[in-house]
């Protein structure tokens, strides 16, 4: 099934043509990531299917509606999460506390947040840590803790929302090594056992050819391949304007 479809997507600044027709799309169950050099079009083309931008030209499907022109709010009611490259969470509340806010939204509950909130949710928000392998520390506090767990106290924080389709940019910005693949294989794993559909950008390459199911590639705002990672390592062209000799 298709979480995400992306047909023909233009989005100009001025004279500049940040993305130029581009197409792709994203099964459930799925990661796919999107790569390229700065400037390429990727944070462009994820704000337009997180709802900050508007499309010029082109349509974005998730799930068969329209999501194109519609709020980020609204687009998150839908069913599409997203991290960022900068975690976001609130440093002085613990671990589950933050899960049990991201839950209090998500089941339109806010408005008692500050009196009840501790009560709601526990054991749901404690749930959400296990699958991150983060339960152990609930009762911390965020400002505590090394910059890897905050990776996945966020993307606890994600799966609160029940997420069909979840975008991640730059989801290891930041983390060491270890870490970075470690994350991804958490997400990878929790996409083929939910069939949540994860689209992701990322600089490290290692992360991407060992975790992406398939790989797009934009380059000047075009899309230039895509495929699974082999074929996209083997891409002339990708090789010649990103890769380099770095998979040689």
């Known amino acids: 099934m298709t979480a995400l479809a992306a047909r023909n997507l233009c989005k100009a600044y001025g004279g500049v043509q940040a993305v130029d027709d581009v197409s792709f799309s994203v099964a459930a169950g799925e990661v796919l990531a999107?790569?390229?050099?700065?400037?390429?079009?990727?944070?462009?083309?994820?704000?337009?299917?997180?709802?900050?931008?508007?499309?010029?030209?082109?349509?974005?499907?998730?799930?068969?509606?329209?999501?194109?022109?519609?709020?980020?709010?609204?687009?998150?009611?839908?069913?599409?999460?997203?991290?960022?490259?900068i975690t976001a969470t609130f440093a002085s509340m613990t671990v589950r506390e933050n899960v049990q806010m991201a839950l209090l939204s998500h089941y339109r509950r806010l408005a008692s947040l500050f009196s009840v909130a501790a009560r709601q949710h526990r054991e749901e928000a404690e749930g959400l840590l296990e699958r991150v392998g983060m339960r152990d520390q609930a009762e911390r506090a965020c400002a505590v803790l090394a910059y890897g767990d905050l990776k996945r106290v966020e993307l606890a924080i994600a799966l609160a929302n029940a997420p069909r389709l979840l975008l991640m940019d730059e989801p290891t910005a930041g983390m060491a090594p270890g870490e970075r693949s470690e994350l991804m294989q958490l997400t990878a794993d929790l996409a083929r056992d939910s069939n949540i559909a994860v689209l992701f950008t990322e600089h490290d390459m290692d992360v991407v050819f060992t975790h992406a199911d398939r790989i797009v590639v934009l380059a000047q705002g075009r899309l230039i391949a895509q495929g699974d990672p082999a074929h996209v390592r083997a891409d002339a062209r990708v090789r010649e304007v990103y890769l380099g000799s770095m998979h040689a």
């Open 34 to 85: 999107m790569i390229g050099p700065n400037g390429a079009g990727k944070t462009t083309c994820f704000n337009m299917v997180n709802g900050q931008l508007l499309p010029d030209k082109g349509t974005l499907e998730f799930e068969g509606r329209s999501i194109a022109g519609r709020a980020p709010r609204e687009i998150w009611r839908m069913g599409v999460g997203r991290t960022f490259q």
